[in-house]
């Protein structure tokens, strides 16, 4: 937005202080002024003609006195104003400065105010956090990219492979090459799905609806129930009735990509995966256990960027699209939940989701 160019905040601070000075300055001399006029006498209108002298002693006595003090108070109010507001707004300076390097681009310089906490540390701070936690988005969507990237490639990269293949060599098995290319984009479309679905729930785009997490983890266990028992993985699934808010799509998703997840990674055979729904007093839970490979600690808060796994599939035949947690890590936070993986003791993960409860019904 273009404005005008007006005074500067140090200026509008100096003027204010000289203001308030000389206004005190002047109150103080008016009442210096009727401090000497309680020795007037009382017969002053009688008196005066013979007193005028006197009076005109005074007043000539005061007022230069009372002019010389003013021209003080502004020249100390103007100098003493101008150092103090500089003073005041010297961490303002920085903060402004920070925030233009900011807007350029450069996200890594950080303000570090010195001092005790005041507004002016508070709002420092703030801005330290919030640089930080952009930098922290920037440096992550710039890998996300480049990892989408690669993703997409590859597909793209083996598809062009099988076609030069196919030209180089006409008598090729065409039903062969057929299938691998059916393959191959099926992954590409999934992934392209993935990553559609991954920028609706970041921009929160939808309606808000009541929805039971129990019959989303009831419905996503039957949809999946053929993939478990084709790799010999038992579902088991309990729980409360669970209410939120948000749309019944992307829990659905959510609790899908969960439960898909535990299954592919699980052990080779005779693997569990428990799906369990809580209610607390404000929250609902959704809690995703399932057996595997034990995984470091260190390594699950890594388990929801995009593109990373913690193992390799036991079932490989699947490959996945591997934004699985990234998406599910996506809508937790576009419904206002908190998603915390642990690993098992004894080997997999457990995976809980908390969202906020839907309030309770009112009667109509």
Known sequence: MDRRPGLSVRLKLTLSYAGFVMLAGALLLAAVWVF????????????????????????GTFTP?????LMFLLVIGLLGGWFLAGR??????RITDATRMATDGSLSHRIRLEGRRDEFRDLADDFDAMLERLEAHVAEQRRFAANASHELR??????KALLDVARSDPDHDTGELVERLHTVNSRAIDLTE??????RAERR???QERVDVSLMAEEATETLLPLAERYRVSLATSGDIAPTTGSPALLLQLVTNLVHNAIVHNL???????????????????????????????????????????????????VGAGLGLAIVETITRAHDGTLTLTPRPAGGLSVTVELPAAPPRTAS
């Open 268 to 318: 080779s055979e005779r693997g569990t995966v428990w799906i369990t729904t809580a209610v607390r007093p404000e929250t609902v839970l959704l809690s995703v256990e399932n057996t595997g490979e034990k995984l470091a600690p260190q390594l699950t808060p890594t388990l929801t960027e995009p593109f990373r796994r913690g193992t390799e599939r036991v079932h490989t035949d699947h």
């Open 88 to 93: 005041m707004l010297a961490p303002l300076t």
């Open 36 to 59: 000497l006029l309680q020795y007037v006498p009382d017969d002053w209108d009688r008196r005066m003609l013979h007193e005028n002298p006197n009076r005109q002693l005074l007043i």
């Open 154 to 159: 590859t597909p793209l990269a083996i598809s």
């Open 65 to 69: 006195a009372a002019a010389a003090v």
């Open 205 to 207: 785009t939808f309606a």
């Open 194 to 199: 993935a990553l559609l679905l991954l920028g």
